[in-house]
């Protein structure tokens, strides 16, 4: 179910983190998209690279969809910016709707929350169920989580390795 024109759902951090490049990148993808009339939907955050991208969309003059469960509205920044918001129940709804108005995937650095939904798309891929397009971004010759998921994913491995 592949919404007209072509949409290109980003999922990205809502912090920065250290390397200022995947926010450069942000801006130019945001800018490049909204310029070859792609519209862009996203988590809807208005802080890191979520802002970042929506900061391209607008410099490009194109549209961006935000899709937020109502408890973050209250909880994390709202962009303020959006061409479209759209409020879910909660987070499987928010990803459903993303995953059902999209033609294709980038994943720009992020946390956890972005690690999950990435995650959740390329199984979707691989058991068929959302033919897309996946667009992993690269910088620095790595692909960028936040140092907290990095964090997160160590402890998890040394405590499987520990009770195992």
Same mark, same amino acid.
């Given at each position: 179910?592949? *919404?007209?024109?072509?949409?290109?759902?980003?999922?990205?951090?809502?912090?920065?983190?250290?390397?200022?490049?995947?926010?450069?990148?942000?801006?130019?993808?945001?800018? #490049?998209?909204?310029?070859?009339?792609?519209?862009?939907?996203?988590?809807?955050?208005?802080?890191?690279?979520?802002?970042?991208?929506?900061?391209?969309?607008?410099?490009?003059?194109?549209?961006?969809?935000?899709?937020?469960?109502?408890?973050?509205?209250?909880?994390?920044?709202?962009?303020?910016?959006? #061409?479209?918001?759209?409020?879910?129940?909660?987070?499987?709804?928010?990803?459903?709707?993303?995953?059902?108005? #999209?033609?294709?995937?980038?994943?720009?650095?992020?946390?956890?929350?972005?690690?999950?939904?990435?995650?959740?798309?390329?199984?979707?891929?691989?058991?068929?169920?959302?033919?897309?397009?996946?667009?992993?971004?690269?910088?620095?010759?790595?692909?960028?989580?936040?140092?907290?998921?990095?964090?997160?994913?160590?402890?998890?491995?040394?405590?499987? *390795?520990?009770?195992?």
């Amino acid at each position: 179910m592949h *919404n007209n024109p072509f949409t290109v759902c980003i999922f990205a951090g809502s912090r920065y983190g250290k390397d200022k490049q995947a926010d450069i990148e942000a801006i130019k993808l945001g800018q #490049s998209l909204a310029i070859s009339n792609i519209k862009v939907i996203f988590g809807g955050g208005g802080s890191g690279i979520m802002n970042s991208i929506t900061q391209g969309v607008q410099q490009g003059g194109g549209d961006i969809i935000g899709v937020m469960p109502e408890f973050l509205i209250i909880k994390e920044k709202l962009n303020q910016n959006l #061409s479209e918001l759209i409020t879910t129940k909660n987070m499987h709804e928010r990803k459903s709707t993303m995953y059902d108005k #999209s033609s294709a995937f980038v994943i720009m650095p992020g946390g956890l929350g972005t690690l999950e939904e990435a995650s959740e798309v390329l199984a979707w891929k691989q058991l068929k169920i959302h033919k897309v397009f996946l667009i992993p971004t690269c910088f620095s010759s790595k692909v960028i989580f936040h140092s907290e998921a990095l964090r997160v994913n160590r402890h998890h491995h040394r405590y499987l *390795n520990q009770n195992n």
